[in-house]
């Protein structure tokens, strides 16, 4: 079946380097990604978006890259810092019979060392 | 609220004995979703209201569990006769439309059974 996945499920930086966080998928119908950001206790936040017509989105300090020919996602965040530390999803977004369906990966912790 | 509302935050129950959990979405957002987060890893989808009703239960994973949602707000994601493998954490997420928008989470109902 189809996937999304991580390439990494520990990612450890150190405070103001920039993190790079990757995600493949396999399903070549999605049209729609979302980075989410999962702190311990607490549901999936919403980071950062990008349409499958585009290949690169920036928000504050964050920045995702979109690379069809390979199904390629990533995350970038920009001088890392200790309340960055989380668990990060990328989810792809499938269009069914009457609404969006995610799909998400399982995830890559991100610890951010002081 | 201005969030994605569930409840309760922490349920602990017996095999066999019947739950029901509930989420309150943001107002006025059509489309509500409901997932599984088992320990560790990533979200599965259960099932897809857009209104009051569910054109997608395709992630329900047995005839014991059923969602209902009245009034385009308020769901109720309800589980008879629990078993062990239910314990998870049960999120609730909606948004606007059904289409390419983001999800927006609640904190997630967190279910043992013992």
């Known amino acids: 079946g189809e996937s999304v996945g991580l390439h990494l499920p520990t990612l450890s930086v150190q405070e103001g380097d920039n993190s790079i966080i990757n995600c493949a998928y396999s399903n070549s119908a999605s049209d729609y990604f979302i980075w989410y950001k999962q702190e311990s206790g607490k549901g999936p936040q919403f980071i950062i978006d990008i349409r499958s017509n585009m290949d690169k989105r920036q928000g504050q300090r964050v920045t995702v890259l979109l690379n069809k020919t390979v199904k390629h996602l990533s995350l970038q965040i920009a001088a890392t810092q200790p309340g960055d530390s989380a668990v990060y999803f990328c989810a792809e977004n499938i269009l069914t019979g009457g609404g969006n369906k995610l799909t998400f990966g399982t995830g890559t912790q991100l610890k951010v060392e002081l | 609220g201005a969030g994605v509302s569930q409840s309760p935050s922490n349920k602990v129950t017996e095999k066999g004995k019947d739950v029901e959990l509930r989420c309150d979405p943001i107002?006025?957002?059509?489309?509500l979703y409901w997932y599984r987060q088992r320990l560790g890893q990533g979200l599965e989808f259960l099932i897809y209201?857009?209104?009051?009703?569910?054109?997608?239960k395709s992630g329900l994973p047995s005839d014991r569990f059923s969602a209902e949602r009245t009034g385009e707000s308020v769901s109720t994601l309800t589980i008879q006769r629990t078993q062990q493998e239910d314990s998870a954490v049960y999120l609730c997420?909606?948004?606007?439309?059904?289409?390419?928008?983001?999800?927006?989470f609640g904190d997630g109902t967190r279910l043992s059974i013992l």
């Open positions: 997420a909606s948004s606007s439309t059904g289409g390419n928008q983001p999800q927006h």
């Open positions: 107002s006025g957002h059509t489309a």
């Open positions: 209201f857009q209104g009051n009703s569910a054109p997608d």
